[in-house]
């Protein structure tokens, strides 16, 4: 704190008593796993501790600051087995500190550990339930788990309780390159993941903050695939060149494509504006959802209309709102969120709002790098719309995000599966069924020893002799079994409920967060919640 807040101190030091101050500030702010990762996030992206110095006088001392990645204020550090408080016994085996904060922390186990990798999981969920995480250690925002041979990453669960563990442990991630090897052996991660800068990339541009504003708080970060087409993105739009991310579905393409949008809006070079485009129904349902949990990401939280600092994103309601936010002065802390329909709309509105003021904003417009980010592309935007606004906007620069290869109607997206399936890089292509295999080889789309059948990635039932005792005494029952997204089939369990209050509905499946969001929704006492993990 000294070495960073020189200026700010007058170069008089703190003194112990105003260093207890700045700790007992620091315990308010990082009380649970949630607020230190929202302290981190910063105002603006820096992390600051408010004190009152013996002379009365208040000032602002900087902890940490997200974009000075290898550079700025940032200094790192390795440290090795740290008893965090005086009074512990647990020896925690290595941290990466970022300013003296412990950023990442790694727990390692022998080659012959009985069970593998788990082991050392089982220490940092034993640590946690103890008390380390807690004081300085409470900014620790990434665990890494090895045996030399397996290593795995993860964020930092939501609460340091057995509970939070166990879910957690469907997020164990293995590190993979470009070229989707696997990453196992800890010295190639430790050379690949952890290493200087992108082990302080992974904490500030690649992990994200999830509330929904009632029960779901915590950190995510993203998987490696993800991060590759996010940095792959990042360097064609620094080269005026478009693209496409190809996701399976469920994979996060609405995250990737968030991800990508903020860190364009705010980090690149050359990068005038950022636009994220989805689909119709997506905006109005399902993705302002998930942008919605996405608002602790900054302060201010959502808005719509017109633009103001600091703001996560504009949810543009008409095509008045989104033509003043296009004339507006660039803001580069906002994302512009909008459907195709409305953008073209936006555009005559704008250019004749700018014509009747006798004002060059449209031509300034015009002539500025614009990237859109383009989520679930194949039905989001059409390839004649996307040639009519790439008309009127000659500088921008489209991103394509899909998980459906084919859509005939669609020439964008036939246009991205041809692309995938012609590359050097490509091995098999994955269905979810033979019915589907058998329209890809009818169609003369693919061979059929190019496509691998995985029926829905459902896991191998090897118990079929357990059994459970269903909830209720309804004569007719009805299984829903599978995940618990949004749009992806409760709403429809939700209605058929109310209509049928007869018949009793077992749902199946689902993290706790989502049987906990459902529950809370769906009130109706003929709704039966089964959580397996």
């Given at each position: 704190l000294n070495r960073i807040n020189l200026a700010v101190l007058e170069e008089q030091l703190l003194t112990d008593k105003e260093f207890k101050q700045v700790k007992v500030e620091f315990s308010r702010l990082t009380g649970t796993p949630f607020l230190a990762s929202q302290w981190l996030r910063g105002e603006n992206g820096v992390a600051q501790v408010l004190l009152e110095r013996e002379d009365g006088k208040k000032v602002t001392l900087e902890a940490f600051r997200n974009k000075d990645i290898s550079g700025g204020t940032s200094s790192y550090e390795v440290v090795h087995q740290v008893v965090?408080?005086?009074s512990r016994v647990d020896r925690g085996d290595v941290s990466l500190l970022i300013n003296g904060l412990p950023i990442i922390h790694i727990e390692l186990k022998k080659e012959s550990a009985k069970d593998g990798f788990m082991q050392a999981y089982y220490q940092i969920q034993r640590y946690a339930?103890?008390?380390?995480?807690?004081?300085?250690?409470?900014?620790?925002?990434?665990?890494?788990?090895?045996?030399?041979?397996?290593?795995?990453?993860?964020a930092?669960?939501?609460?340091?309780?057995?509970?939070?563990?166990?879910?957690?442990?469907?997020?164990?991630?293995?590190?993979?390159?470009?070229?989707?090897?696997?990453?196992?052996?800890?010295?190639?991660?430790t050379r690949t993941v952890l290493r200087i800068p992108d082990a302080h990339e992974l904490i500030s541009q690649y992990t994200?903050?999830?509330?929904?504003?009632?029960?779901?708080?915590?950190?995510?970060?993203?998987?490696?695939?993800?991060?590759?087409?996010?940095?792959?993105?990042?360097?064609?739009?620094?080269?005026?060149?478009?693209?496409?991310?190809w996701h399976a579905t469920g994979s996060g393409k609405t995250i990737t494509s968030f991800v990508a949008t903020k860190l364009l809006a705010q980090n690149a070079i050359g990068v005038d504006r950022t636009v994220m485009v989805v689909d119709r129904t997506d905006l109005d349902a399902q993705t302002?959802?998930?942008?919605?949990?996405?608002?602790?990401?900054?302060?201010t939280g959502q808005t719509t209309g017109n633009s103001v600092a600091n703001t996560l994103i504009v949810g543009?309601?008409?095509?008045?709102?989104?033509?003043?936010?296009?004339?507006?002065?660039?803001?580069?802390?906002?994302?512009?969120?909008?459907t195709i329909q409305k953008l073209s709309a936006a555009m005559r509105s704008a250019q004749q709002e700018s014509e009747e003021k006798g004002s060059n904003q449209f031509e300034k417009l015009r002539q500025e790098h614009i990237v859109f980010i383009v989520d679930e592309a194949h039905r989001a935007v059409s390839d004649e719309e996307m040639k009519r606004i790439k008309k009127i906007l000659p500088n921008s620069t489209w991103f394509g995000l899909t998980g459906t290869p084919i859509f005939e109607e669609n020439k964008l997206s036939k246009c991205f599966f041809n692309k995938i399936i012609k590359s050097k890089n490509f091995k098999k292509f994955v269905v979810?069924?033979?019915?589907?295999?058998?329209?890809?080889?009818?169609?003369?789309?693919?061979?059929?020893?190019?496509?691998?059948?995985?029926?829905?990635?459902?896991?191998?039932?090897?118990?079929?002799?357990?059994?459970?005792?269903?909830?209720?005494?309804?004569?007719i029952n009805v299984a829903y079994i599978g995940h618990l997204y949004k749009g992806k089939g409760m709403e429809v369990i939700e209605k058929l409920s109310l209509a049928l209050k007869n018949v009793g509905f077992h749902v199946v499946g689902g993290t706790n967060e989502d049987i906990l969001y459902w529950k809370e929704r769906i009130k109706n006492n003929n709704v039966y919640f089964y959580n397996l993990y």
């Open positions: 965090p408080d005086s339930e103890d008390g380390f995480f807690k004081g300085i250690y409470a900014t620790t925002q990434i665990m890494v788990i090895s045996n030399k041979v397996d290593t795995r990453y993860f930092r669960p939501s609460e340091d309780t057995a509970e939070a563990y166990a879910q957690m442990k469907k997020f164990l991630f293995n590190w993979r390159t470009e070229d989707n090897q696997t990453v196992s052996d800890l010295f190639d991660f994200i903050l999830v509330d929904d504003q009632k029960n779901q708080k915590f950190l995510m970060v993203l998987r490696p695939y993800q991060i590759h087409a996010i940095r792959k993105i990042r360097q064609k739009a620094a080269q005026h060149e478009g693209g496409f991310i302002q959802d998930e942008f919605t949990k996405f608002a602790s990401e900054y302060h543009i309601k008409n095509q008045k709102q989104l033509a003043r936010n296009l004339l507006s002065s660039k803001n580069n802390n906002t994302i512009l969120v909008t979810i069924s033979e019915a589907l295999k058998e329209k890809y080889i009818e169609k003369g789309y693919l061979d059929k020893d190019k496509i691998y059948v995985a029926h829905d990635g459902a896991d191998e039932v090897v118990d079929f002799d357990s059994k459970i005792e269903l909830f209720g005494n309804s004569e």
